[in-house]
Nanobody, 128 residues
């Protein structure tokens, strides 16, 4: 069964850090562009950070630039999202998703492409 699984969410104080992990069952992540998306209560889902399958280049939403880092560990078949200086507005369910065929990583993160696989999400709550 092909599936993605997120982990690492939790409660953190403003200014704190979390590292989310995206693991895969039945697929090799380095063949896919991987995106981290989030959905806050009452808001639409948005792309946060994405990493290319071709050269591991990355793109970030403006809200994530300078604070979030997306990376791969191909040996472990994992993708990470390191989130620093977290803010209350970062509170959301975070999902990882995979896309095999694409030409523009920005469009992956913008949701232009339908993603091939989604995880079930992990909740991040930033609160004092």
């Amino acid at each position: 069964q092909l599936q993605l699984m997120e982990s690492g969410g939790g409660l953190v104080q403003p200014g704190g850090s979390l590292r989310l992990s995206c693991a895969a069952s039945g697929l090799t992540l380095d063949r896919y562009a991987i995106g981290w998306f989030r959905q806050a209560p009452g808001k639409e889902r948005e792309g946060v950070s994405c990493i290319s399958s071709y050269d591991s280049s990355t793109v970030h939403a403006d809200s994530a630039k300078g604070r979030f880092t997306i990376s791969r560990d191909n040996a472990k078949n994992l993708v990470y999202l390191l989130m620093n200086n977290l803010k209350p507005e970062d509170t959301a369910v975070y999902y990882c998703a995979a896309r095999l065929m694409y030409t523009d990583l920005h469009k992956v993160c913008e949701g232009y492409y339908g993603m091939d696989y989604w995880g079930k999400g992990t909740l991040v709550t930033v609160s004092s």
